[in-house]
């Protein structure tokens, strides 16, 4: 009577179960692999690059560049939160009036 019910469904879904969770291991460390990879070139280049401009510009001359290059930055910065902003606040002109905080 018992080897009736007994099957080997519970096992293949653990095996099932098991593969998956492996195969999604393997991905997760070749990303991870990947782009430790990338950040490393990327920190490389960027090394070239800083000494480059040090042994070819003067120190005040690279300061500049350095600064400018940091105020270009905030400002694009500045400009996609004042996008963000305007993007949220025209999602909030065509909600419910419930939805906004002001009228309770």
Known sequence: FEEEYTTNGPRAYALSLAAVFAFTCAVFLLYD???????????????????????????EIRERLYEEQDALVRKQKEKSKRNTEWKSSKHEAFAPPEAHPSNS
């Open 33 to 59: 692999w990947l782009v430790e990879r990338r950040q490393k070139a990327v920190m490389k280049s960027a090394l070239q690059s800083g000494k480059l401009v040090s042994s070819l510009f003067p120190k």
